[in-house]
Nanobody, 117 residues
Framework: VQLQASGGGLVQAGGSLVLSCAAS????????WAWFRQAPGKQRELVAT???????SYRDSVKGRFTISKDSAKNTVTLQMNSLKLEDTGVYYC????????????WGQGTQVTVSS
């Protein structure tokens, strides 16, 4: 199982980035997809989830700024990040699971997002 997150970079506060996560067809059809992030010295935290049925959900600090979506034609899950803040800095990871299981054990390398002032 490979999860390949990409799209990170250096951006000024207030800017935007779009992260993408590519996955094989079998994994792409998981019940729930999510983006996580880990800031230096902090634990990994859940940023956004999107279920196969239902609405996406977001942590409070990114509501109204981030949008998670799935592109079935490309087997990718994206995270549109707008109005970026310094505190959004971190390594972003994608993951997936079924309703009956935990997140996939292999997290991949993630993609670095650095927001500068």
């Amino acid at each position: 199982v490979q999860l390949q997150a990409s799209g990170g970079g250096l951006v000024q506060a207030g800017g935007s980035l779009v992260l993408s996560c590519a996955a094989s067809g079998t994994i792409f059809n998981s019940d729930v997809w999510a983006w996580f992030r880990q800031a230096p010295g902090k634990q990994r935290e859940l940023v956004a989830t999107i279920p196969s049925i239902g609405s996406a959900s977001y942590r409070d600090s990114v509501k109204g700024r981030f949008t998670i979506s799935k592109d079935s034609a490309k087997n990718t899950v994206t995270l549109q990040m707008n109005s970026l803040k310094l505190e959004d800095t971190g390594v972003y990871y994608c993951n997936a699971r079924s309703y009956q299981s935990s997140w996939l054990a292999s997290w991949g390398q993630g993609t670095q997002v650095t927001v500068s002032s």
